[in-house]
């Protein structure tokens, strides 16, 4: 095994066992920083020699199919991982920054039975997520910041869906983060003119019961979106907003009426993850800790539903926010402090 090939290996592997879902690989004036942020925190690792990065860097780049000799321009590609018979999908992104090209890798664990109630949720916020699951039509809105766990929440909608409810589940993803058996999914591929608006109408041919779009980036998707959910279909999506509220306010941007919405939309949800405090030291989230990496995180939402989201849309008022009840419940809990609260801004 060349070298390079054996570092990268390494360092994947190690990401792995730290449970890491990030691994940065950045140029400095000193060669390249690794760094990888697990539960939440950024964590520097290891320098590496400019030359040494830079032929890393383009092996990966290689191996998950990007042009090597393309620096000026960002790209992005997907690469499988195995490891310990457990697989992983790497989510490759570079940037051309200074004085060198950079590289972020997110780590995906490949698990397709993954279900609401193994969700690392405060128990009785389970009412809530289980009423997505009663809706035959119409269009739940999943939000929230990247890293907030959009994507496994949707895949553990997805498979409560298809085997409980017995529902066709077609998805339309850029990229496809998990395979899930049952389900009919489509990559984006614009060079072969595999798009949002496109495939969306393919989609609809197809007799789907759940339509599932990867993220809402446009004023096409989000109509076409809507105009499924309008039509019988049961539509769900992803947005890169703050809460509930933003949400709403996105999809006006993008030339949608409170009419429209308010008629189609049965849900909006945003998610928040944080880190529990520490039972057994009195260390804050401190990565020195020998509990960090097995305390895992714990996710909060906020949900819009029902007569309480009618009158958010049509009356225009921010709705209560009821993130901070649920935040609240868990500091009473002992999972957090409140300083420790504010310092993950969660308020």
């Not at 992005?76 to 992983?88: A, D, R």
């Not at 999914?185 to 609809?204: D, P, V």
């Not at 405090?277 to 009195?282: D, P």
């Not at 097995?294 to 909060?300: E, L, P, T």
């Amino acid at each position: 095994m060349y070298e390079v090939e054996q570092l990268s290996q390494n360092l994947i592997k190690e990401a792995i066992v730290n449970q890491a879902s990030d691994l940065h690989v950045i140029p400095t004036s000193q060669g390249y920083l690794v760094q990888m942020r697990i539960h939440g925190q950024i964590k520097s690792v290891k320098r590496l020699p400019s030359k040494q990065a830079e032929r890393l860097i383009s092996h990966l780049k290689y191996q998950s199919g990007m042009d090597i000799g393309e620096r000026r321009k960002s790209q992005s590609s997907m690469l499988p991982f195995v490891e310990q018979n457990h697989k992983y999908t790497l989510r490759l992104s570079t940037l051309p920054a200074t004085p060198s090209e950079s590289l972020a890798i997110r780590i995906s664990k490949q698990n397709s039975s993954t279900m609401i109630q193994n969700l690392p949720l405060l128990p009785k916020q389970l009412p809530s997520l289980f009423q997505a699951l009663h809706y035959t039509y119409g269009l739940l809105l999943i939000t929230g910041p990247t890293g907030s766990g959009k994507t496994t929440t949707l895949y553990s909608l997805l498979n409560e869906f298809i085997s409980k409810k017995n529902r066709r589940v077609i998805s339309i993803e850029d990229p496809i983060e998990q395979s899930i058996e049952q389900a009919v999914q489509i990559q984006i591929n614009e060079k072969a003119g595999i798009t949002f608006e496109s495939g969306l109408h393919s989609i609809l041919r197809h007799d789907p019961d759940v339509i599932v779009i990867g993220e809402i980036r446009d004023k096409q998707t989000a109509k076409l979106a809507l105009r499924s959910a309008l039509t019988g279909h049961y539509v769900l999506g992803t947005l890169h907003t703050h809460d509930c509220y933003s949400a709403i306010i996105r999809l006006l941007d993008f030339g949608l009426t409170r009419a429209e919405l308010a008629e189609a939309t049965r849900m909006i949800m945003t998610q928040r993850l944080f880190l529990p405090t520490c039972r057994y030291c009195e260390r804050e989230r401190a990565q020195e800790c020998s509990h960090f990496l097995y305390r895992g995180r714990k996710a909060v939402y906020e949900t819009l539903f029902a007569e309480r989201l009618r009158e958010t849309i049509l009356n225009q008022e921010v709705p209560y926010r009821k993130l901070r009840n649920e935040v609240r419940l868990a500091w009473s809990l002992g999972y957090l402090e409140e300083e420790e609260i504010e310092r993950q801004g969660l308020w």
